[in-house]
């Protein structure tokens, strides 16, 4: 069964400002769990296709991810290729104006390998997302 989180955050930020740090891989380590980025592959001149990999706190194995939509100032799309036991992840971080700030809403959906765990996964990626979305949203604002 397809499992789905869903986390909205508020930036003062406006949406240009959140999406260039959101489009930049490279940055994340800047306002994330992320402790180092690595660019396995680059992507088109826009950025899409691009392979990623992230070390994460408190993770032994990394993250890799591939970059499938960037769409400027309203949303950034990536699935994951390898790193965690879920099959078919795919997330979009997708931005609306909102009074003079910012509206970031990042969400997910994913098939965890094992039956039985969904669960356990959509409340562990609730709270990294949470984690993901604040950071990005307080970045933005400095």
Do not use: C
């Not at 891989?25 to 800047?30: N, V």
Request: glycine share 8%; no cysteine; proline share 6%.
């Amino acid at each position: 069964m397809v499992q789905r989180v869903d986390v909205t955050v508020h930036s003062a930020a406006p949406p240009a400002r959140v999406y260039r740090f959101a489009a930049d891989s490279s940055t994340w380590p800047d306002w994330s769990p992320v402790l180092r980025y690595e660019r396995e592959k680059a992507g088109d001149s826009h950025g899409v296709g691009e392979v990623r990999v992230f070390h994460n706190r408190g993770r032994r194995n990394p993250t890799r991810e591939e970059v499938v939509e960037l769409t400027p100032n309203r949303r950034v799309g990536y699935v994951l290729l390898s790193g965690l036991a879920i099959r078919d992840y795919r997330a979009f971080i997708d931005l609306e104006p909102e009074g003079e700030g910012t509206r970031i809403r990042w969400h997910s959906s994913f098939h965890p390998k094992v039956p039985g765990t969904g669960w356990l996964y959509r409340r562990v990626l609730r709270l990294v997302i949470t984690q993901y979305a604040k950071g990005l949203a307080a970045h933005a604002e400095n």
